[in-house]
């Protein structure tokens, strides 16, 4: 079962997504999964981390690792402007914080309005993926968290051996 069938078994009929831009794409996760949204702030970078890891921020006492998203994806990299956040995820047991380039907003989808991704047009690598949500007239690309931060602990253990 792919993750959009799995989301649409445990989820009723609507999805409620943070929704937030990099490049000039918007990209959303389940807002169940987003701690807090946290403006940039220093970052201390960690030797030997994978390239995507930009290093930890200390939460209010708590040490949390940072990604640039864009890095983790594949994507080039952008402008840091003013708009730049830190969105604070949490998969357990883990808390990562993302870099994206601005947040947007919450949005509700509908499950009807969610389809799985092609493979012929995604610019991000498909298993980070969860699908492509329509709203209005525009896209938004569904990531799948859990995915991203598995393949950050693989890409970690990789490095070790």
């Known amino acids: 079962m792919n993750p959009l069938q799995a989301e649409r078994e445990v989820h009723t009929q609507e999805l409620q ?8 794409e918007t990209y959303a996760v389940d ?17 030997g981390a994978p390239f995507f890891v930009e290093g930890v921020i ?8 940072v990604i640039d998203l864009r890095k ?22 883990h808390k990562v914080g993302m870099v994206v380039d601005a947040v947007e907003e919450v ?22 993926l969860k699908g492509v949500g329509k709203t209005g007239d525009r896209l938004v690309v569904l990531l799948d968290l859990e995915a991203i ?4 602990k693989d890409s970690e253990k990789q490095g070790k051996e």
């Open 58 to 65: 200390n939460l209010r006492g708590r040490i949390i690792p």
């Open 107 to 128: 949005l509700r989808l509908s499950m009807e309005d969610i389809e799985p991704p092609s493979t012929l047009v995604a610019s991000v690598d498909e298993q980070y």
């Open 72 to 93: 983790r994806l594949g994507l080039p990299q952008g402008e840091k402007t003013d708009e730049v956040r830190i969105v604070v995820v949490e998969i357990p047991p």
């Open 149 to 152: 931060l598995k393949k950050e």
């Open 17 to 24: 997504l943070v929704a937030f831009r990099l490049g000039k």
């Open 31 to 47: 807002i169940q999964q987003v701690q807090e949204i946290i403006r940039m702030q220093q970052i201390t970078a960690v030797p």
